[in-house]
């Protein structure tokens, strides 16, 4: 069986779909687009939020880099979360 979990279909396609659309969007900014009038138009034609089209091009804007286009991590992981080994003791013992 084929192993897949170091696939990176899923990012070629966010840096694919940003490749397009940030283009478009300093076109219409611009008012060289011919498609769309106002980027309201830009944002529904597309299905994206305009907070969200804004994060991602705001952060691509400030780096530079392509890797800013694509998803973060949204929190801490588990293991970041658990106290440290004295204090969990202390915590059993009073249990």
């Not at 084929?2 to 694919?16: G, H």
């Not at 940003?18 to 611009?30: D, M």
């Not at 970041?80 to 059993?92: C, D, F, K, L, Y």
């Amino acid at each position: 069986m084929r192993d897949n979990s170091y696939d990176r279909t899923i990012e070629r396609n966010y840096l694919q779909k940003w490749r397009f659309l940030i283009p478009e969007y300093e076109a219409v900014k611009a008012g060289r687009s011919e498609l769309f009038k106002r980027v309201g138009d830009f944002y529904r034609h597309h299905g994206t939020c305009s907070q969200t089209f804004r994060k991602y091009y705001n952060r691509y804007l400030q780096s530079g880099d392509e890797a800013d286009l694509l998803p973060r991590r949204r929190g801490p992981k588990w293991r970041e979360r658990r106290q440290p080994e004295g204090i969990e003791a202390e915590i059993i013992a009073c249990r």
